[in-house]
């Protein structure tokens, strides 16, 4: 990477199922004087304070809302540079490297804000597929993913049980986190028994819906990064990658997308074995079968070889790969906000912050971001201390 | 694309009529809707340069410093600007397409904040910069606490 790009201080709400009482700017509100707080910036125009802000929200959950240009205020919008991605959360943070490595801004205050509870995910999903193929036969993302699931499954033999466990592990990891939403202890049998959601994903193997909730951090080039803060955490490598939209012209058993873009980021970051190199991921699974196609498509394992993983207990708390320390998508994250949480934790755990789902030493981490049915975009993110 | 080309087949439109349902929480911005039932127009002021904001804001806009003071507008406010919507377009409220005979008018309250409406006077001719307008609201038992609350701004003979 030409020049270094530090995060220099993050902030997140806890999640909970609706924030009825809370409007949307009070979220916004809590978490950028939290991280303003923290580093002591303002919304300045001379290169002193946050040169910039880029806010990733998605419209149709808030209400159309032309971009969210009623909310701008709130992150100092006001005669200001102020960029918006309608798209996943870790694709914000990509692009506020850019800006930040582009030498256009030194300073990026990025924020996510979504509350599920206002409106209906898979309506707005729905919304989200081809006008004219794919929503005349209704698919939405949790559709997509049941395809996707039954195909993955069906060709590497991956079993119900081994998908189950990476629910429990979730909700098991999610009671050492004070900010997640679900850390209620599941066993396998419990997860199998729910309600089938749509075949074969069951109730408990998808990520609870509604969830409310917020996230920001600040970004700084290296030279400020140093001066804002003792504890800068480094993004070292980004990657993106999109897959076709139509499920048919996939192999939605492999994670092609996912695979380019973790190269990609592992190139620019020198990582050459990812189990061994990180000491935590933190992954957008939104249902239980995708951490485990996730961990190969990050080359946590080769193809087909999920389901080994974590029977291998490798991902587990205190195994050679924790996935998911705080307890990920499946305890409760809203979407949008989820990819930009991921880096959120990565930070926390790389600057020692963790509390008690804190993995001891960690000094590298991944972060994945996903958007679109069937993971078609995938954004990979490495950082260090 | 000619003529011929035209003939060889029928172009076609799918309409989706998408109604996709939400509710908004307003959360701080409920004590403006309360004040509204009650018939009172509330601003928040912002504590570093006093300016007061409709709609209310938890930040001033220009100070960025959280704004927990509310300010009684009073009932009357002088007109900024005032048009006519001459040609059809949609009411956002009933998403059908209609002219407003009613003019919509600018109006800065008594107590520094601005908001807009609709105008008795239905001749924008005699709708005059600096004129005073006083708010006419709706029966009490029909208030919700939204904008049109308010069912107009009424000249006053000063």
């Known amino acids: ?385 | 694309m000619s003529t011929d080309q035209k003939q060889e087949q029928e172009f076609i439109q799918f309409r989706y009529p998408r109604q996709v349902p939400y509710q908004h929480s307003l959360g701080y911005q409920s004590k403006f809707a309360n004040g509204l039932k009650q018939g009172r127009i509330l601003a928040t002021k912002c504590p570093v340069c006093g300016r007061c904001t409709i709609p209310p804001r938890i930040v001033c806009p220009f100070h960025h410093v959280k704004q927990t003071e509310w300010v009684d507008q009073g009932q009357r406010g002088r007109l900024v600007s005032a048009f006519k919507i001459n040609f059809p377009m949609f009411d956002p409220r009933t998403r059908e397409l209609q002219s407003w005979e009613t003019p919509l008018v600018a109006v800065e309250l008594e107590g520094g904040a601005s908001m807009d409406g609709w105008c008795s006077e239905l001749d924008t001719s005699k709708l005059k910069t600096g004129m005073l307008l006083e708010a006419v609201w709706r029966p009490e038992e029909e208030r919700q606490g939204r904008g049109d609350d308010i069912l107009h701004w009424k000249p006053v003979e000063e």
Request: with cysteine; aromatic share 6%.
């Open chain 1, 1 to 385: 990477m030409a020049g270094r790009v530090g995060i220099v201080a993050v902030a997140q709400t806890k999640f909970e199922e609706r924030k009825d009482a809370l409007h949307s700017a009070e979220l916004m509100y809590d978490v950028t004087r939290d991280v303003l707080g923290q580093t002591g910036l303002e919304f300045k125009e001379d290169r002193t304070g946050i040169d910039c802000t880029t806010v990733a929200y998605f419209d149709l959950f808030g209400g159309p809302a032309g971009s969210h240009m009623h909310l701008g205020y709130i992150v100092g919008a006001y005669e200001r540079e102020d960029e918006r991605v309608t798209s996943d959360g870790a694709l914000a943070v990509y692009y506020a490297a850019m800006q930040i490595l582009s030498g256009h801004c030194d300073v990026v205050l990025l924020l996510s804000h979504n509350k599920e509870s206002q409106c209906q995910k898979n309506q707005i999903e729905w919304v989200g597929m081809d006008p004219v193929y794919q929503r005349r036969v209704g698919i939405d993302f949790v559709s997509a993913a049941a395809l996707q699931a039954m195909r993955y499954t069906t060709k590497y033999g991956i079993t119900p049980e081994q998908c189950a466990k990476v629910v429990v592990k979730s909700r098991k990891n999610a009671g050492n986190n004070p900010n997640a939403m679900c850390c209620d202890s599941l066993t396998v049998d419990d997860v199998l028994r729910s309600a089938m959601l749509c075949d074969p994903i069951r109730i408990q193997e998808a990520k609870p819906v509604p969830v409310d909730g917020a996230c920001a951090l600040i970004l700084a080039c290296e030279e400020k990064a140093k001066k804002i803060t003792d504890k800068p955490v480094w993004i070292t490598g980004l990657g993106t990658c999109y897959d076709h939209h139509e499920l048919g012209w996939r192999e939605l058993a492999d994670c092609g997308a996912l695979a380019t873009a973790a190269q990609r980021a592992y190139k620019m970051a020198g990582i050459k074995e990812p189990l061994k190199e990180f000491d935590l991921a933190e992954v957008s699974e939104q249902y239980s079968y995708q951490e485990l196609l996730w961990s190969e498509g990050l080359g946590f394992c080769g193809k087909g070889e999920g389901g080994k993983l974590i029977d291998s207990g490798k991902t587990q708390m205190g195994g050679e790969l924790p996935i998911n320390p705080s307890g990920g998508i499946l305890s409760g994250l809203p979407v949008c906000v989820a990819g930009m949480q991921r880096v959120v934790e990565c930070v926390l755990q790389l600057r020692g912050e963790a509390g008690a789902r804190q993995v001891p030493g960690a000094k590298k981490a991944v972060a994945q971001g996903v958007d679109g049915p069937a993971g078609q975009l995938q954004c990979v993110i490495t950082l260090e201390n």
